[in-house]
């Protein structure tokens, strides 16, 4: 379906993939990827990604800016965030999150693949500035 908002119309030159009813438009930029992700209303990554990942929580750091929508983030400790458009966004590793409302969530994302955390300075999960590391 075409369409003439410029926010989820085709990227031009990215590379179009959907997981997990996730729509995702990536594009190489030097060492990094450049990426549109549009979460749909209902979408929760605990419902709809956790069993094709493996994982309990999603353990990757998203760095970006939230163009549309809401999202709620939530840590194992029990830590929230909430996001609204428009919005810097910084995740930690060891997350859930889900769109809250019914507008499609869109994040420009940069990420540095499996080094994304590091390469920003983020932990490799997440904790209280201060605290050590869980084992």
Do not use: N
């Not at 410029?6 to 990426?35: S, T």
């Not at 605990?46 to 353990?59: A, F």
């Amino acid at each position: 379906m075409a369409t003439t908002d410029p926010i989820l119309a085709p990227v031009k030159g990215a590379d179009h993939r959907e997981v997990g009813g996730v729509q995702l438009d990536i594009a190489r930029a030097g060492a990094a990827r450049v990426k549109r992700v549009i979460y749909r209303p209902g979408f929760r990554w605990s419902t709809h990604l956790k069993e094709m990942v493996g994982t309990h929580l999603c353990m990757h750091a998203h760095v970006g800016f939230l163009v549309r929508g809401q999202i709620h983030i939530q840590y194992a400790d029990g830590c929230t965030l909430e996001f609204a458009a428009p919005q810097a966004v910084s995740i930690e590793p060891g997350h859930d999150g889900w769109v809250v409302g019914d507008e499609p969530a869109v994040l420009i994302e940069v990420d540095f693949e499996g080094e994304t955390a590091r390469r920003f300075g983020m932990p490799e999960s997440h904790r209280h500035p201060g605290s050590a590391p869980r084992e």
